[in-house]
């Protein structure tokens, strides 16, 4: 079983930056692929970023290439995510994701566990 907690939302206009974190426990961190996903108010869950065990492997949705950054320190059971740029279209609840495989893709459904979610709301 693994425990994930997001952390780092906040309110921030539009322009502005944010750094959220996931912090990971129950499991050998480096042994999981990790994603990034968010919702906006109704909205279906979209995929933002992911990236492989390593790290060394990172996709992301065309609407925050550019402006946002993956990565993980396996070393603190840690994934980051950071937000520049943004724009109010980037906001929602940004979940963190996890599986049990090197790597898992945009899919919601190749992913094993779920946090709860930090919201990130941008004014314009």
């Known amino acids: 079983q693994v425990q994930l907690v997001e952390s780092g939302g906040g309110l921030v206009q539009a322009g502005g930056s944010l750094r959220l974190s996931c912090a990971a426990s129950?499991?050998?961190?480096?042994?999981?692929?990790m994603g990034w996903f968010r919702q906006a108010p109704g909205k279906e869950r979209e995929f933002v970023a992911t990236l492989d065990w390593s790290g060394g492997i990172r996709t992301y949705a065309d609407s925050v290439k550019g402006r946002f950054t993956i990565s993980r320190d396996n070393a603190k059971n840690t994934m980051y995510l950071q937000m520049n740029s943004l724009k109010p279209e980037d906001t929602g609840v940004y979940s963190c994701?996890?599986?049990?495989?090197?790597?898992?893709?945009?899919?919601?459904?190749?992913?094993?566990?779920w946090g709860q979610g930090t919201q990130v709301t941008v004014s314009s």
């Open positions: 129950g499991r050998a961190f480096s042994r999981l692929a």
């Open positions: 994701a996890a599986a049990e495989r090197a790597y898992a893709g945009a899919a919601p459904k190749n992913y094993n566990y």
